[in-house]
């Protein structure tokens, strides 16, 4: 069955509420382990269901924002999910107290989860929860309709994209500018958005008995073995290890395109000959992507030619398009879903590698996990297996890039590394602001600006007034729409570097650990399945000293002045 042939279904709140007590009377009556695991079982189809509803909702409105039917049905969820939310903890509550749990079939990873379910919800938050959907939802809108004129054309912030690393300077220079102006103009809107989203959601925060929303959103984020001072510690490291690097990548970058000096309209342009770029249409790269999965591995194989098949992508940019990428599990159809906005940069390869990884990794876990939340791990864990994708396909980059291959590697690692910085910038950004919710939007944007030196320290915004105060953060959804859901993908950059390590030393078991924590999905926390992959974990003293050496080494070995 094709993804155009899954059928969604408005669920009622009437239907909802009465299965939902139907499912936790018959768990709550469970007389023993048996009995209780049926209903556990019986309960996971229903809410699979849910799921795969909002789910299928979601995508086909992040396809086409404007769609009526899919705006109407998406507020509805907004509004429903609040509400739902706490049936989920009366379940919680059921599961947590049973009188035989040491005997029910469930990884303790869950019980661990649910606990984390419990801590966030309380019925009187029901209508700020509602609020903040609304504000995410609005947020997205104003992005996903954005009009950037230039030149005569109308692009979105995807297709501008290709203008922004242009051959031309003075074309990247203009495109960066066309840019910034649709930031510019909706700075109120940006700011307003954001200043109603930090205060609701301190204000939640506080009505749920915690100091303020770091605590709260930590335990939103489900991190279950480590606390805010190990990530703060982790970002001092970043910061001695990783920054130095990065300022060198930025010097030969400049070498290179015979620049005293880049300008911020720069940063994005690498190589004099241009950027690498994948050979061929998307079409193409999906088939190239297909060879490439059918050698890599008897479970790639098999899991490529179902998502081709049942064509499981959209991945061309459109008007009214959300920004963005990201892969999806419908449970009904034991299926993933990726979505892109593909604009003919390398990013449209290493997305559609990286959102693999991710559906690659459901894949497997569905044929070994029944409970649906326990489909993805934590959102530090989901991303090893998708940043390590990338890392393992680069044998087969010259499936892609042909010519370009070695200009493709080392533009790769290059920014692998080059996004530790700035990754620990948006989760520094997210302690100030709520640590400080009292700021005012001036405030907020000037802190942006003041942690930008110490982890960007070489950007210079020279003319580009939004910017030099601090506004570069609008573009930065995860601030926006999932707080604290940033310094995850660092965390498994780091871990997945340490695979591309073992991978140029020609280490065998590489693979099979990367397959192992697959199959795990969120059986395990993030700590535990770094330790099942045989890596460091990178909260480790000096794990990022030994990764950031044989990076370098790579970057070396590789005559970039001739690129």
């Known amino acids: 069955m094709k993804f155009e042939d899954f059928k969604y279904e408005h669920l009622d709140e009437e239907y909802l509420k009465n299965n939902y007590e139907i499912n936790l009377d018959k768990l709550a009556k469970a007389t023993d382990a048996k009995s209780f695991m049926d209903a556990f079982k019986e309960f996971n189809v229903f809410r699979g269901h849910i799921e795969t509803m909002q789910i299928l909702c979601a995508i086909r409105h992040s396809i086409n924002t404007a769609d009526e039917y899919y705006d109407k049905e998406t507020r ?60 995410i939802t609005e947020y997205g809108k104003l992005n996903a309709g954005a009009k950037i004129f230039f030149e ?15 051959d031309n300077r003075e074309t990247r220079k203009a495109a960066f500018t066309a840019v910034t102006k649709f930031y510019e103009d909706n700075e109120d809107k940006f700011d307003d958005i954001y200043d109603k989203l930090v205060k609701l959601r301190d204000k939640i925060a506080r009505k749920l008995g915690y100091k303020n929303y770091v605590e709260l959103g930590y335990i939103r984020m489900d991190r279950l073995d480590y606390d805010e001072n190990m990530v703060a510690k982790y970002r001092e490291q970043v910061v001695k290890d990783i920054v130095p690097i990065t300022l060198k990548i930025r010097q030969r970058q400049a070498k290179r395109l015979g620049l005293e000096k880049l300008e911020c309209y720069d940063f994005g342009y690498k190589f004099k000959t241009g950027n690498p770029k994948p050979h061929g249409s998307l079409d193409e790269l999906v088939l190239a992507a297909k060879e490439m999965y059918s050698e890599m591995s ?72 029944d409970i649906p939340d326990l489909s993805f791990g934590t959102m530090e864990t989901a991303e090893i297996n998708s940043m390590s994708m990338e890392f393992f396909a680069h044998p087969w980059s010259k499936l892609f890039f042909k010519q370009d291959t070695d200009k493709y590697h080392y533009y790769h690692i290059s920014e692998s590394l080059s996004f530790l910085p700035y990754g620990c ?28 030196k110490i982890y960007l320290p070489d950007n210079d915004y020279s003319g580009f007034p939004i910017l030099e105060k601090g506004g570069y953060f609008y573009r930065q959804g995860h ?3 999932t707080p604290f859901y940033y310094i995850d993908y660092t965390l498994a950059q780091v871990c997945a570097l340490q695979f591309y390590v073992r991978i140029l030393n020609k280490d065998e078991n590489a693979w099979k650990d990367y397959v192992n924590i697959c199959k795990l999905g969120g059986t395990k926390s993030f700590v535990e399945q770094v330790k099942i992959a045989n890596l460091k974990v990178p909260f480790e003293e000096g794990c990022l000293t030994d990764v950031a050496k044989k990076m370098e080494e790579e970057l070396d070995k590789i005559d970039d002045s001739k690129l």
Not at 81 to 103: A, G, H, T, W
Not at 342 to 358: I, M, R, Y
Not at 426 to 452: C, G
Request: overall charge negative.
């Open 425 to 452: 910038l948006v989760d520094h950004f997210q302690h100030e602001i709520y640590n400080h919710p009292e700021m005012s939007k001036d405030e907020r944007k000037a802190t942006w600006s003041r942690l930008e």
């Open 152 to 166: 005569g054309k109308e692009y979105n912030l995807a297709s501008i994209g290709p203008l922004l690393d242009d």
């Open 479 to 481: 601030i926006f729409q």
């Open 298 to 369: 008897t479970e790639t194989k098999e899991f490529f030619e179902m998502m081709v098949d049942q064509e499981l992508f959209d991945l061309p940019t459109r008007p009214n398009k959300e920004m963005g990428g990201y892969c999806v599990s419908i449970h009904d159809y034991r299926a993933p879903f990726i979505f892109a906005n593909s604009n003919g940069t390398s990013q449209d390869v290493d997305t559609l590698t990286h959102e693999a990884g991710h559906a690659f990794q459901t894949h497997m876990t569905m044929k070994e996990v």
């Open 76 to 135: 509805y969820w907004d509004n429903i999910n609040p509400i739902m939310q706490e049936y989920e903890v009366k379940m919680s509550d059921i599961i947590l107290n049973c009188p035989f749990r040491n005997d029910l079939n469930i990884p303790e990873t869950y019980f661990k989860l649910l606990e984390n379910q419990k801590k966030q919800f309380s019925p009187e938050i029901i209508e700020d929860l509602q609020e903040e959907n609304r504000l």
